[in-house]
């Protein structure tokens, strides 16, 4: 299995950023699919998924309403279109999937996914 992500960048605070994932080597359309990020020094943290069971999506507070995920489970891809970018949004963003649904509590904790990303460079600058 692999999660290919691309899209990443530099870009000016205030732009805008649209990563890509697609997975190959099995079927994630019952599962989940979402992106994490992590700044030096930092914990990884959740940006935002997608429950393919019920379409919903789900959003760490710090990009709500600046992010939007998207996809296609037919296609094993997913999208984070990142607009009015911040500096503190500098990190390195990891795609990540899960073969199987998840109790929602746990859409947020990294170790609830089965497969990662290489992940892709995001920088803001000031």
């Known amino acids: 299995v692999q999660l290919q992500a691309s899209g990443g960048g530099l870009v000016q605070a205030g732009g805008s950023l649209r990563l890509s994932c697609a997975a190959s080597?099995?079927?994630?359309?019952?599962?989940?699919m979402g992106w994490f990020r992590q700044a030096p020094g930092k914990e990884r943290e959740f940006v935002a998924a997608?429950?393919?069971?019920?379409?919903?999506?789900y959003y760490g507070d710090p990009v709500k309403g600046r992010f939007t995920i998207s996809g296609d489970s037919a296609k094993n891809t997913v999208y984070l279109q990142m607009n009015s970018l911040k500096a503190e949004d500098t990190a390195v963003y990891f795609c990540?999937?899960?073969?199987?649904?998840?109790?929602?509590?746990?859409?947020?904790?990294?170790?609830?996914?089965?497969?990662w990303g290489q992940g892709t460079q995001v920088t803001v600058s000031s």
């Open positions: 990540a999937a899960r073969g199987r649904d998840i109790i929602l509590v746990y859409i947020r904790t990294p170790a609830q996914y089965d497969y």
């Open positions: 080597g099995r079927t994630f359309s019952s599962g989940i």
């Open positions: 997608i429950r393919w069971s019920n379409g919903g999506k």
